[in-house]
C-alpha cells in the first residue's frame, strides 16, 4: 500500500514538473519575442521525465533491496542456540519471521521470533520514511536542475529523443536480463546440486529416488538413502515424446502434403486456422482431457485385449500430447513446402509426374530439411511441456520402454519437487534445478540446430 | 506376346532412348497403377486431416458434455424460520454474531421435519444431507434482507456432493451398499424427500460466483477468474510496452551490429524455453531474491509477461516491417525527425498488428499453468484477491487442482471451469481476428 | 475436327498460313480466360512433325500462356480456363478422357529459368525415365541418361561429374540439363518457354545451336522475345500480339517481307 502512494506521489510531482517546464517554455517565447528550438510540450515532457526516471530508479531500489538488507540484520536476533543446533534453517526461520510481520500466526512461536518481528516491522516503517524522502530528495533535485536547464538556447526535443531512444534500447536489453536470470537461477543452484551429487551419478544413474533429509533421517538412518540417477527421467520424456512423435509426424506431414499440394485455397483457409486451434487450447486442459478421458479409455479397452494398462500410462500422455503437437508439424511443414519454388513444381509436371511423384520425390526433398527442422521444434515442445505429463503420466520413476506403463519426466519431476514446501538446501530442491539445466540445454540445443536448418534452407532458395 | 516383349526388350538393350510411340506405350499402361497411387496420398491426407479435426471435436464433445452439467446442480428446498434470537443472537447482524447464531440447527430442524431421522445416527447422516454452506447462506440472506427475520421462507439449499452424484446417476442404487459412498438411510431420505418435490436441478449459483472449497458444492471460480485478470492486467501493462519498445528499438533505431544480433538470437531462442522453466526463473529471483510474496498476481504476471515477450516482439518487429519505407520517407521528407517519423506514423500504421501478437501472446498466458505453479499460486486460497499483492490463483491452475481432487462433481466443475477458460480464450482470438480483419491495411 | 467456317473465321484475323501439312499439334480456335481477363483470343494454328516453330511477339502479349496450353501446364492454375480445342496426332488433348500424365510425357517442356532439381545431374536426366518406368534396368537407365546428355550437348562436361548437384552447373549448363531431362522421357514435341532469356550470350549460342540440332528429330515449339534468335533456330515463325495471333508464315518471310503491318511494327522495332 505505502510503496502505491509513493508512486502515485512521484508521478504527480512529476506531472507538475512537465507544467513548470511547459510554463517556462511559454514565458520564455513571451519574453523573448521569438519561438524557441522546439515545441513548447517538449520542454514540460523533459522536465517531467527528467524528474521521474531517476527517482523512479531509487524507488525499485530501494523497495528490492530492504527485504535483503533486513534479512541480514535480523540474523543478530537469532539467539545462537538456535543457530547452534542441528535443524538450523536460516530460510524457514526467515518464514516464520516474515509469517509474523503479516500476522500469519500458526499455534504459538517462541518469544524470539515474536521480538524479531517487532523489531522488524519498526525498520519496515524506518525504511518507508527513508524511502521517502530519498525519492523527494531526488525528484526535486533532478526536477529543479531539468527546469534549471531551460533556456532560450535549449533544444529540448533532442534531449527528450534521446531520453527516449536510452529508454527503448534499455527495454531491448530486457530480453538479455531474462536470459541471465534463466541462467543465473539455474546455473548457480546446480553447481550447489552437484557438489552434493556427482555429476556422473546424476547424468549415467539409473535409480531417482529423491527424499527430503528429514525423511531420510527418519527412514533405517541409513546413509544415500536417496538416489538421483536421472536416467529413468530422461527415458521417461524420450518415451512420451516419441510416441507423440508417432502421433503427430504422420498426421501432421500428411496433413501439411494436403493442405499444400492438394487442397483448394477454400480448403486451406478453413483447415489450416482450424488445425491450428489445436495448439492454442491450454495445456492443463489436454492434461485433463489425457487423465479423465484417454487414460480411462485405453485402461478399459486395454483390459478388453487382455493388456494391463496402468492408469496413468506413458500412452495416454503421448498420445495426447501428440495431438497438442500436430499444428507445429503440420504448419511449420506446409510452410517450408510452400516455400519450394513453383518453378520445380513446374519442372515436375512438365515431365508428366503425377502430383504424388511431385510431391514424394520432388518437393518433399527439397523441403526435408526444413521438415526435419520443424520436427524438431515439435520435439523440443514436447521434451519441455509439463501439464500433460504431471497430470497424465504418473510419478514413478520406471525405467522401461512400456508404454503401458507408468513414467515420469524432468518437467514432471520439477513440478512435483519445486511446488509446495521446499528445504531450500536439500538435495532434492537442489535436483528440480539440475533437471532444469538439462532440460534448458537440450531444447537449446534443438531449437538452435532447427533454427539454423530452417535458416540455411531459406538461404538456399533466396 | 512373349517374343514381342523380348524383342522390345533387345531393342531397348541396342537402341539407348526408346522410341516416343513406345513411350507413350509404356505410359500409358502404367498410368492407372499411378494416378491410384496418387489419389492414395490424397486420401491419405484428407484422412490426416481428419483425425486431427475429429480429435479436436472429440475433445470439445468430452469437455463440454462433462462440463455442462458443471453449471447446475441439485438443491433441496427447506421452510426456514427466521427466528432472529436463534440467528443473530446479538442483533447487530455483524459478523460475529452471526457466527455465533445457530442457523445450522434451523435448517437441520426444518429438514427432519419431513424426514423424520429416528435416534442419534439418523440424525448424524441426515444432516449431512445438506451442504455444510448452508448457515453462510442464511447469515447471507439476512444481511441483504434483514425484513426476513420473523418470516417462515422457503430457502433452497445446495445438496452435499455426494448425494448429488447420486441424483446424477454415478452412484448407482444396484451397487452393494458397503460399496457406496452413501448407505441406505440416507437413500431413504433422499426419496423422502423427492416424494415431497422438494429436490430440484437448477443452475448452479455457487460456479461463477464462489471461490475455491474443500466442499465440491460449493466450489466456484471468481476467485480464480479475478486471479486471472488480475495477473493478466500485470503482463499486458508489462510486456506490451515492453516489447513495442523492444521491437521499434530493433527494428527502427538500432544499427544492425554484434549487440542487436545478440539480442535477436537471444529472443529467439527464449521462445523456445520450456514454460516451466520461466516459473523456476520466478521461484529464483522475484521470490527468493527480491523477497516477493508467494501466491500473488503480481509476480504471476511478472513471470508471464517475460515469457510472452518473445511472442510480442516477433509479432510486433513484423508489423513495423510491413510499414512501407515510402511512409518513412516522406515523414522524413518534411523534416520530421527519427522519433517523429518512430511515433506519429510507423507505430500508429503497425498497431494492428501490434495489437493481434499482443493478444495472442496474452492468450499464451492466460491458458499457462506451469509456471505459476512455480510461484506458488497452487495454494488453497479461499479469499477472492482483491489486488494484485493479494493471494490468489488462476483459472488454468484452479483446473489443475480440482482435477486432482477425488470428489466425482469436482470433474464436473473442473470441466465447467475449463468451458469458461476456453470461452475466455476464444473470444480473445475472436477479438485479434476480428482486429486483423478490421484494420488490416493492404499497401 | 472443326468445321472449316470456324477455321476460316479465325484467317480473317490471322495473316499467312496456319496450316501444315503433316500437323502433329492442331489447335483450333483457341480462347483462353484468366477470370475475367481474356490472354488468348480465338488462336488457330498447326505445328508440323519435326518443324522448329517460334512464337514472337511484345511482352504480354500472351506466347508463353499459348504455349502452356499445349501440355495443359495452365491445369495448376485454378482460374484459367481454356476454350477451343487443341488436338495431338488428331485427340483432342483437353478431352475428358485424356490423362495428363501421358500427354506431358509425350510434350515435354522447358522453363524460362534453369529450374534443375536440387538432386545429382544423373538423377535429374533419370527422373523422367524413372517415375514413367522406361528403363528395364540399372544398365538401361545409364544407357538413356547418356544418350540424352549426349544429345544436348552436355555429356562431355559432365560426365565425370554425374553424381554432383545439377543446381551446381553453370547456367547455360543447368538450361541443357533442363533439355536433356526433357529429352530422357522421350517426348515427341518439346515446348521452349523463352529458353535462353536467362543465359548470356555464349550460352545462349550454344543453346541455340542444340535446339538447330534437335529440330531433326523433334518438333519444337520455342517462345523467345529475341527476333535474331527466331530467325536463327527456327523455319517458322508466328507472331502474336495482345493475345491474337497475327501472322504466321516462313522465318525468311516474316523477317523479311512482313504481310501485317503489326508485325512490321514490331520487327521494324516500332512495338517492344
Known sequence: ?462 | MLCMLLKNTENNMNKKIINPEEATNIVKNSIVKRRSKDSRLKLFGRAAIGLAVCFLLFLFYSIFTKGYPGFFQYYVTLDINFDRERIDPKGDLSDNSLFDGDASAIVNESLFSIIEPKGRKEKKLAKKIVSSGKDVRIAKMVKDDPGLFGTVTQVKFALDDDIDSFLRGYIKRETPESERRINDKVIGFIDKLNEEGRISYEFSDYILSGSASGNPEMAGIKGAFIGSLLTLSVCLLIAFPLGVATAVYLEEIAKKNRITEIIEVNINNLAAVPSVVFGIMGLAIFISIFGMPRSIPLVGGMVLALMTLPTIIISSRAAIRAVPPSVRDAAYGIGASKLQVIFHHVIPLAMPGMLTGTIIGMAQALGETAPLLMIGMVAFIVDIPNSVVDPGTVLPVQIFMWADFAERMFIQKTSAAIIVLLGFLIAMNALAVYLRKKLERRW | MNSKKNDLKSLELTVGDVFSKNARLKARNVNVFYGENKAIDNVTIDIGNKEVISFIGPSGCGKSTFLRCFNRMNDTIDSCVIQGEISIDDENIYDKKIDVVPLRARIGMVFQKPNPFPKSIYDNVAYGPRIHGLSENKEHLDNIVEESLKRAGLWQEVSDRLSSPGTGLSGGQQQRLCIARAIAVSPEVILMDEPCSALDPIATAKIEELIHELGNEYSIVIVTHSMQQAARVSKRTAYFHLGKLIEVGKTKEIFTRPKHNQTEAYISGKIG
Open chain 1, 1 to 462: 500500500m505505502f510503496s502505491f502512494f509513493l508512486l502515485t506521489g512521484i508521478l504527480i510531482i512529476s506531472l507538475f514538473f512537465f507544467l513548470l517546464g511547459y510554463n517556462r517554455a511559454k514565458n520564455l517565447i513571451n519574453l523573448n519575442q521569438k519561438n524557441l528550438h522546439s515545441l513548447t510540450h517538449y520542454y514540460g515532457i523533459f522536465c517531467s521525465l527528467s524528474a521521474l526516471l531517476p527517482t523512479l530508479g531509487v524507488f525499485f531500489i530501494f523497495t528490492i533491496c530492504d527485504d535483503l538488507v533486513f534479512a541480514e540484520l535480523v540474523k543478530e536476533y537469532i539467539p545462537n542456540e538456535v543457530i547452534n543446533s542441528k535443524d538450523y534453517n536460516f530460510t524457514i526461520v526467515l518464514a516464520q519471521i516474515n509469517n509474523s510481520v503479516e500476522g500469519l500466526i500458526f499455534g504459538t512461536p517462541p518469544q524470539w521470533i515474536t521480538n524479531a518481528a517487532e523489531i522488524w516491522k519498526s525498520w519496515v516503517i524506518k525504511s518507508n520514511i527513508l524511502t521517502m524522502i530519498v525519492c523527494a530528495i531526488t525528484i526535486l533535485t533532478s526536477g529543479f536542475l531539468s527546469y534549471k536547464k531551460i533556456h532560450s538556447e535549449f533544444r529540448s526535443r533532442n534531449a527528450v529523443e534521446k531520453i527516449v531512444m536510452t529508454i527503448l534500447a534499455v527495454s531491448s536489453v530486457i530480453a538479455i536480463l531474462t536470459t541471465i536470470a534463466i541462467i543465473f537461477s539455474v546455473v548457480f543452484e546446480s553447481i550447489r546440486f552437484f557438489a552434493l551429487i556427482p555429476y556422473d551419478e546424476f547424468l549415467f544413474g539409473t535409480v531417482w529416488n529423491p527424499q527430503f533429509e528429514g525423511a531420510e533421517r527418519a527412514g533405517s538412518g541409513q546413509e544415500g538413502l536417496s538416489q538421483y540417477g536421472a536416467i529413468p527421467l530422461f527415458a521417461g520424456t524420450f518415451l512420451i515424446s516419441i510416441i507423440a512423435l508417432c502421433v503427430s509426424v504422420p498426421i501432421g506431414l500428411f496433413s501439411a502434403i494436403y493442405l499444400s499440394e492438394y487442397a483448394s485455397s477454400k480448403e486451406r483457409a478453413f483447415f489450416k486456422p482450424l488445425l491450428e486451434v489445436l495448439a492454442g487450447i491450454p495445456t492443463v486442459v489436454y492434461g485433463f482431457f489425457a487423465a479423465l478421458t484417454v487414460a480411462p479409455f485405453l485402461r478399459s479397452s486395454g483390459s478388453m485385449l487382455g493388456l494391463d494398462i496402468a492408469s496413468e500410462s506413458a500412452l495416454a500422455a503421448g498420445l495426447v500430447m501428440g495431438i497438442m503437437i500436430i499444428p507445429f508439424i503440420s504448419s511449420l511443414s506446409d510452410d517450408v513446402i510452400n516455400a519450394v519454388p513453383q518453378s520445380l513444381r513446374d519442372a515436375g509436371y512438365g515431365l508428366g509426374s503425377t502430383k504424388n511423384e511431385t510431391v514424394m520425390k520432388i518437393v518433399l526433398p527439397a523441403a526435408l530439411p526444413g521438415v526435419v527442422a520443424s520436427i524438431i521444434l515439435a520435439v523440443s515442445r514436447a521434451v519441455g511441456e509439463t501439464m500433460i505429463v504431471v497430470m497424465a503420466a504418473g510419478l514413478a520413476a520406471n525405467l522401461t520402454a512400456n508404454p503401458l506403463e507408468a513414467v515420469t519426466t524432468v518437467t514432471s519431476q520439477i513440478v512435483t519437487i519445486l511446488v509446495g514446501d521446499q528445504e531450500f538446501e536439500s538435495a532434492k530442491t537442489l535436483s528440480a534445478f539440475a533437471l532444469a539445466l538439462t532440460l534448458i540445454i537440450i531444447t537449446l540445443g534443438m531449437n538452435f540446430y532447427a533454427l539454423h536448418v530452417v535458416k540455411k534452407y531459406r538461404e538456399q532458395y533466396e
